[in-house]
């Protein structure tokens, strides 16, 4: 984790955001990728809005920081394609923590994304190419986990096939994608009707 400057020198703070200390993890607080070993899970922790007013999100705390981890349905669900859907057996598990440039609100924000903790060399492959099926893993992961319908779902197949993803890596993608093609069929028949009714007769 990048060191909070306390200092008075411009060299210090590369990015506005350092300016500004914050007790929650943010993208510019990361030095490039992290491993971090998941401490504890609040369910429903207490943030400050800048209207005044209250509200609660999950947060993830970490072994290797202070500062709390804010956690979106995308991570959630990445975090759970890993260690399982048992938010207790996340504990003292690792995962690693990257940046992703994401849209939002007209603005572009280096957004925290959660990647799985891989070997560095598997099978024989040198570490770079070894490196690369993590990421390209890692890529399928969080393209299963943002698909919010099913037809969201099955528009992901040419994205997946683009990785070239092969072997126990495919296998694993393959896996999420089957979990959250059920969770997401469940949750509409939940609603009573399917993903795909438009609500005309």
């Known amino acids: 984790m990048r060191k909070e400057p ?17 007790k929650y993890l943010k993208g510019e607080d990361l030095d490039g990728e992290e491993v971090v070993t998941i401490a504890a899970i609040e369910p429903r922790h207490e943030l400050a809005r800048t209207d005044n007013s209250k509200e609660h999100k999950p947060v993830v705390l970490f072994r290797e920081t202070q500062k709390a981890f804010v956690m979106n ?9 890993v260690h399982g859907n048992e938010l207790s057996g996340w504990v003292g598990k690792q995962i690693v923590l990257t940046t992703a440039k ?13 990647k799985p903790v891989r070997a560095v060399q598997r099978g024989g492959k040198s570490g770079s190419a070894s490196r690369d099926e993590a ?16 037809a969201d779902l099955d528009a992901t197949k040419p994205r997946l ?8 890596a495919r296998a694993r993608v393959r896996a999420a994608l089957d979990k959250r093609r059920a969770e997401l069929e469940g949750a509409a028949a939940a609603d009573g009707k399917p993903q795909w009714d438009s609500g005309e007769a």
């Not at 349905?73 to 394609?81: C, D």
């Not at 994401?102 to 959660?114: M, P, Q």
């Open 6 to 22: 306390n200092s008075n020198r411009l060299a210090d703070y590369p990015h506005v955001d350092l300016l500004y200390p914050s």
């Open 161 to 168: 096939e683009a990785l070239g993803l092969t072997g126990a």
């Open 102 to 114: 994401v849209s939002a609100f007209g603005k572009v924000h280096n957004a925290i994304r959660v």
């Open 73 to 81: 349905k995308t991570n959630a669900r990445l975090i759970a394609s």
């Open 135 to 150: 990421e390209a893993e890692a890529a399928g992961l969080t393209i299963v986990a943002e698909a919010q319908t099913v």
